[in-house]
C-alpha cells in the first residue's frame, strides 16, 4: 500500500496499474494505491476507503466489501464479469464502468490479426466474410474497419435485435449457427454473462467451433470462458483452423497447448493501448467527479490523449502499410513472443509471469 498525498476527507484507493489516475486525484482526494490481485477486505477496513477503483484482476464482491465505508466503485474496463453488480445494488453503492474504452484498441488487434492471417493465406482481405459477435462498441469499430477493406460483413446481435436497433447497410445480421458456418474470421465481443435470456458463457461451443469453415480464422478476445478451449484445441491440432487468442480461460494459469497452437498469442493485452487506458482513466475520473463532487486534474490525461491522429479510410487498400503501422505501434509480434517464453518456465511462475507482463505492459499508442 502507497498513501499519495491528503487532501481532503474522502479517501480513494485505486489500482497502481491506472494510468495517470493517482496523480489526477492527489489534487483532490487522500489517494493509496494497490495491487490488483492483492486487495483484502481488512485494507478497505484499516483505510477507512470510501471510493474505490480497480481494474479486472480484483474481484468486486461480499467478501470483499462487507463491513467497510466503501460507498463508491469504479472499474476502468469495458467488462463488469468482475463486479458482483446485485451486491453493489442491494448496499446502495454507486458504481462506474468504462464501457467502450478500449474499443479501438482491441479492433486494432483483430485487424493485425486477419491481415496476418491473410498473408498466411496468400489471399487479400476483399471479398472475405467477417463475422462478428456482439456489436457494440468493440464490435461497431471492427465492422467499420472490415468496411474499408471491403469486406463482407455478418452480424450477430440479439439484444440489439429485439431493441430494433438499426443497423448500417453495409453489414447483414444473421443467427449465430449461420454466422460461425458462412464466415472465413470469426471475431466475437461480447460480455461474459451466465444469466439472462442470452448467455455468452460457452457460447462459441464444440458445435459452432466444428461448423467453422476449412481454414478459417477464430479471433479470441473477450473473455476466456466465452470460447471452449477444448474443442478448439482439438480444431487446431488438426491444422484445419487458425486462430488469434488474447484471453484465456482459468486467467492467470493458462493451457500452454493452446498458446503453441494459435498463431498468434497474447496475454489479455488487446485493450492494453496507451490511449485505451487513459480514456479508462478519464471515465473512472469523471465518475468520482460526479460521486464527490470534487475536480480532479486531468491536464496531463487531455495533452496525451490530443496527440492520437487516427489513419485515412483510403489507407486500408494498401495491407501492408496498415500491418506495418500496427506493428510500428503496438508490436504485437512482441506479446507473442513473450507469451511463448513464458510457456517454456515452469508452470508455478507462469501466473506470476502472466500477471507481470500486464502489469509490466509497454507504453504503446494507437494508430488506427
Not at 467488462?79 to 453488480?85: E, K, S
Request: overall charge negative.
Amino acid at each position: 500500500m502507497r498513501t499519495i498525498i491528503s487532501k481532503s476527507q474522502i479517501k480513494v484507493m485505486c489500482d497502481e496499474n491506472i494510468p495517470l489516475l493517482a496523480e489526477s486525484l492527489i489534487s483532490c482526494a487522500e489517494v493509496i494505491t494497490f495491487k490488483g490481485r492483492e486487495l483484502r477486505n481488512s485494507d478497505l477496513i484499516e483505510n477507512n476507503c470510501r471510493a474505490l477503483i480497480v481494474r479486472s484482476t480484483t474481484k468486486i464482491n461480499a467478501d470483499l466489501l462487507e463491513g467497510t465505508a466503501v460507498e463508491f466503485v469504479g472499474t476502468a474496463t469495458s467488462g463488469t464479469d468482475h463486479i458482483d453488480l446485485d451486491y453493489l445494488n442491494i448496499n446502495k453503492i454507486q458504481f462506474a464502468d468504462a464501457p467502450g474504452s478500449n474499443a479501438n484498441s482491441v479492433a486494432e488487434l483483430v485487424v493485425y490479426s486477419a491481415i496476418r492471417y491473410a498473408e498466411m493465406i496468400g489471399e487479400s482481405l476483399r471479398g472475405k466474410t467477417i463475422g462478428i459477435i456482439g456489436f457494440g462498441n468493440i464490435g461497431k469499430i471492427v465492422a467499420k474497419y472490415a468496411h474499408n477493406f471491403e469486406m463482407n460483413i455478418l452480424i450477430n446481435d440479439p439484444p440489439l435485435l429485439d431493441e430494433k436497433y438499426s443497423f448500417p447497410d453495409y453489414v447483414t445480421n444473421t443467427d449465430i449457427d449461420t454466422l460461425c458456418s458462412e464466415s472465413d474470421i470469426l471475431t466475437n465481443h461480447v460480455p461474459l454473462t451466465k444469466y439472462g435470456q442470452y448467455p455468452t458463457y460457452g457460447l462459441l461451443n464444440a458445435e459452432r467451433i466444428n461448423s467453422m469453415k476449412q481454414g478459417a480464422l477464430l479471433i479470441h478476445s473477450s473473455r476466456g470462458f466465452v470460447v471452449e478451449e477444448k474443442p478448439l484445441i482439438r480444431r487446431l491440432k488438426s491444422k484445419s483452423l487458425y486462430a488469434s487468442v488474447d484471453v484465456w480461460e482459468n486467467e492467470p494459469l493458462i493451457n500452454p497447448e493452446l498458446v503453441r497452437l494459435v498463431f498468434h498469442a497474447s496475454p489479455h493485452v488487446g485493450g492494453y493501448s496507451r490511449d485505451g487506458k487513459l480514456k479508462g482513466t478519464m471515465m473512472m475520473i469523471k465518475a468520482f467527479a460526479a460521486y464527490s463532487g470534487l475536480t480532479p486534474n486531468t491536464e496531463a490525461i487531455d495533452d496525451e490523449l490530443k496527440s492520437y491522429k487516427a489513419v485515412q479510410a483510403k489507407k486500408y487498400s494498401d495491407a501492408d502499410y496498415i500491418v506495418n503501422l500496427l506493428q510500428e505501434k503496438r508490436q504485437f509480434e512482441a506479446d507473442d513472443k513473450a507469451m511463448r517464453e513464458m510457456i517454456d518456465t515452469p508452470i508455478e511462475d507462469r501466473p506470476g509471469t502472466f500477471d507481470m507482463l500486464r502489469k509490466k505492459y509497454p507504453v504503446r499508442r494507437e494508430s488506427l
